[in-house]
T-cell receptor, first 114, second 109 residues
């Protein structure tokens, strides 16, 4: 069974440029999460989707970050424009819908903003 | 708010040594507790979990006991292997997962 797939694995951009990350969750997983992991820190939740609905986006910086999950499967996280401080690993995870189900993480996208 | 504090690394051990990575938490309710492991180049994987006080989670020789009285969930292993080298994250879940900062373990032959 395939795990959570993320692409690209690495991205280097200049500041003020836009960037997008893509996530394909485990088949059948209704809940999808995007996390931000800064160097030397644990992951922090940015947004959680249940099917197509963003049910918790309280930690998403909405001035420059956006996310979508069309059709309740794949998801895209976008930053526009990117800033130096956005350099981090962006993790995607998925789980079954019920509260308490295990989250399965993708390998992440490492973003470097120059 | 809820938070997790874990010991800073790196923790450097010889193969077959005993391991303890300390983790304490602050939470208003009764969260579930987790240890995740991140091997180089890979995603976070659930290592073990405990959902209520006095529960012991175990997997791959690792153990952790949910201690409500000390608000702790220390990770232990009696004999580490080189293949255990990774970053270990303690986490709690009330309404969402909250992670500690991670502890890097390096095991040398």
């Amino acid at each position: 069974e395939a795990g959570v797939v993320q692409s690209p694995r690495y991205k280097i951009i200049e500041k003020k440029q836009p960037v997008a990350f893509w996530c394909n969750p485990i088949s059948g997983h209704n809940t999808l999460y995007w996390y931000l992991q800064n160097l030397g820190q644990g992951p922090e939740l940015l947004i959680r989707y249940e099917n197509e609905e963003a049910v918790d986006d309280s930690q998403l910086p909405k001035d420059r970050f956006s996310a979508e999950r069309l059709k309740g499967v794949d998801s895209t996280l976008k930053i526009q424009p990117a800033e130096l401080g956005d350099s981090a690993v962006y993790l995607c995870a998925s789980s079954l819908l019920a509260v308490g189900n295990e989250q399965f993480f993708g390998p992440g996208t490492r973003l470097t903003v120059l | 708010g809820d938070s997790v504090t874990q010991m800073e690394g790196p923790v450097t051990l010889s193969e077959e040594a005993c391991l303890t990575i300390n983790c304490t938490y602050t939470a208003t309710g009764y969260p579930s507790l987790f240890w995740y492991v991140q091997y180089p180049g890979e995603g976070l994987q659930l290592l073990l979990k405990a959902t209520k006080a006095d529960d012991k989670g175990s997997n791959k020789g690792f153990e952790a006991t949910y201690r409500k009285e000390t608000t702790s969930f220390h990770l232990e292993k009696g004999s580490v292997q080189v293949s255990d080298s990774a970053v270990y994250f303690c986490a709690l879940r009330a309404d969402k997962l909250i992670f500690g900062t991670g502890t890097r373990l390096q095991v040398f032959p």
